[in-house]
């Protein structure tokens, strides 16, 4: 199975920061890289599709870059409706797999 | 709006049965595969079955191989999730999803999530 490693496990900023998440990945899984959003009791929402573009409806705030195994996203300036959990999610090869995801929180 | 809907959940023994479905409305529903995923309390998101838009090919992920099946009726726009022998490990609150493009197979982002059903296994 493709692991995949997210960082940091959780983090906390302030409104306006600029806030980088990495995921890399066990083996070379290409552009084959997803970003979700999860707010507490709500369904994951699909945010960046492979690896750097912008799903339709999300705010440009929100972006992704990296191919091969190394990947980051980015949120150019925090808004307090981004706090939530994010994952990364590959789907290379099966079984999909997730990052373990990355808790985000307003300081 | 594009929308999936999940129902089934509930709390079973272990060893019990429990079929889950997920009803899909305003898109071309055979046109598109579809996926369940998990995630048990507190914990992150776990793929647990996918399947083409056909019904013609299934995967699943090795936790639950030769104990759930996954299906589709195109004509009721629904999916479902046949799952036998439950373990407490199963517990969780599970999601349908649309694949974004795919047709076939489970490779592509996950753009239409459904509120997740849960399920307990407990004695």
Redesign the interface.
């Known amino acids: 199975d493709i692991q995949m490693t997210q960082s940091p496990s959780s983090l906390s900023a302030s409104v306006g920061d600029r806030v980088t998440i990495t995921c890399q990945a066990s083996q070379d899984i290409s552009n084959y890289l997803n970003w979700y959003q999860q707010k507490p009791g709500k369904a994951p929402k699909l945010l960046i599709y492979d690896a750097s573009n912008l799903e339709t409806g999300v705010p440009s705030r929100f972006s992704g870059s990296g191919s091969g195994t190394d990947f980051t996203f980015t949120i150019s300036s925090l808004q307090p409706e981004d706090i939530g959990t994010y994952y990364c999610q590959q789907y290379d090869n099966l079984p999909i797999t997730f990052g373990q995801g990355t808790r985000l929180e307003i300081k | 709006e594009v929308q999936l809907l999940e129902s089934g959940g509930g709390l079973v023994q272990p060893g019990g049965s429990l079929r889950l479905s997920c009803a899909a409305s305003r898109f071309t529903f055979s046109n598109y595969a579809m ?1 369940w ?1 998990r995630q048990a309390p507190g914990k ?4 647990v079955s ?1 399947m083409g838009g056909s019904g013609g090919s299934t ?1 699943y ?2 936790s639950v191989k030769g104990r759930f099946t996954i299906s589709r009726d195109n004509s009721k726009n629904t999916l479902y999730l046949q799952m036998n022998s439950l373990r407490a490990e199963d517990t969780a609150v599970y ?1 349908c999803a649309k694949l ?1 493009i795919a047709a076939v197979g ?6 239409i ?4 059903t849960l399920v307990t296994v407990s004695s």
Request: aromatic content about 28%.
């Open positions: 996926t995923v992150g998101l776990e793929w996918g995967y992920a090795d999601y974004r489970p490779y592509d982002a996950f753009d999530w459904g509120q997740g």
